[in-house]
């Protein structure tokens, strides 16, 4: 064996030089993006909240305090001293909430009959449903009025829960939902001779939780935040929502602005904390019901 071979196998037998382990963020590189957009997007409501604990001359001062001096509740106490107040708020809850309970009665039992159940012109009828979702509420109101009117319901709580009753974004989402479980279970359920609606409601509504979420979500911030059709369909205020009675309400005391913010604050908090609570439920829902068509 030559001198060169020999010294060639130390050589080779080095091991090779371990490279330096990369140094990894503790979170997503996005949210070097998302965290300021956030901020941005957070800014008015965090300027809500803190001109609500403000006077009325810190609100009205030029330039405009960015910080309140102390914590005034004057605003609050001026909006919770209202004697109509606490009706508004009564029946934006009653209106959002028999609205959130309908759809998810009625949106389940129609979404689950789009996806399992095939029948005469099923497909034509989800096509013509899917359509009134492009139809805008500037054409519908007036046929919704007069419709309302022949029931006798304008003025009524009535007026604002019966076109609320049943939403087709509801039944399409449901029905996305459903398409995406797998028959297997249900076909088990029929076995054991389960009728159609108990199989829905023993085995499809406790796996379609997120989905259920989701739209008692979106229903009660549609309803909750509505504010056009309660306009339209109401006149006396003690049957006003919360956001007419505060429209009205900002209107006759525009020099008031601490209980202007104060009012809009109370008008955003529950609006939040359903969000904040089906945050979870609402992404799940979203990223598995598009999936199938």
């Excluded at 996005?30 to 800014?43: D, E, G, N, V």
């Excluded at 009653?94 to 159940?117: K, P, T």
């Excluded at 996305?176 to 088990?188: D, G, K, T, V, Y």
Aim: hydrophobic fraction near 55%.
């Amino acid at each position: 064996m030559s001198a060169t071979t020999v010294e060639a196998a130390p050589a080779q037998a080095r091991p090779a030089p371990v490279a330096a382990p990369r140094r990894r963020l503790p979170f997503s590189p996005w949210h070097l993006l998302l965290m300021p957009l956030s901020l941005l997007f957070a800014l008015p409501l965090v300027w809500l909240v803190l001109s609500s604990v403000m006077s009325n001359a810190e609100i009205n001062r030029f330039p405009p305090a960015l910080w309140p001096s102390g914590i005034d509740l004057g605003g609050y106490r001026y909006v919770l001293g209202n004697a109509m107040f606490p009706r508004w708020f009564a029946n934006s809850l009653i209106v959002s909430a028999v609205a959130v309970a309908s759809n998810l009665v009625f949106g389940a039992l129609g979404g689950y009959a789009f996806a399992r159940m095939r029948f005469a012109g099923s497909r034509v009828l989800m096509v013509a449903m899917l359509a009134t979702m492009a139809i805008p509420f500037q054409l519908t109101m007036i046929p919704t009025f007069l419709i309302m009117k022949r029931l006798g319901l304008i003025d009524t709580l009535g007026a604002l829960i019966i076109p609320s009753l049943v939403t087709p974004f509801a039944v399409f989402l449901l029905r996305q939902f459903f398409l995406s479980l797998p028959r297997e279970l249900e076909e088990a359920a029929w076995i054991d001779g389960c009728s159609r609606l108990r199989v829905l409601y023993l085995i499809v509504l406790p796996l379609s939780r997120p989905a259920l979420s989701t739209v008692a979500v979106l229903t009660f911030l549609t309803t909750w935040n509505d504010l056009t059709w309660p306009l339209i369909a109401i006149n006396h205020d003690t049957q006003y929502t919360l956001q007419l009675g505060l429209t009205t309400f900002q209107g006759q005391h525009h020099t008031q602005w601490a209980a202007v913010m104060a009012g809009n604050v109370i008008t955003v908090l529950p609006v939040l904390l359903a969000f904040l609570l089906a945050q979870k439920a609402f992404i799940q829902s979203i990223t598995s019901s598009g999936l199938k068509g």
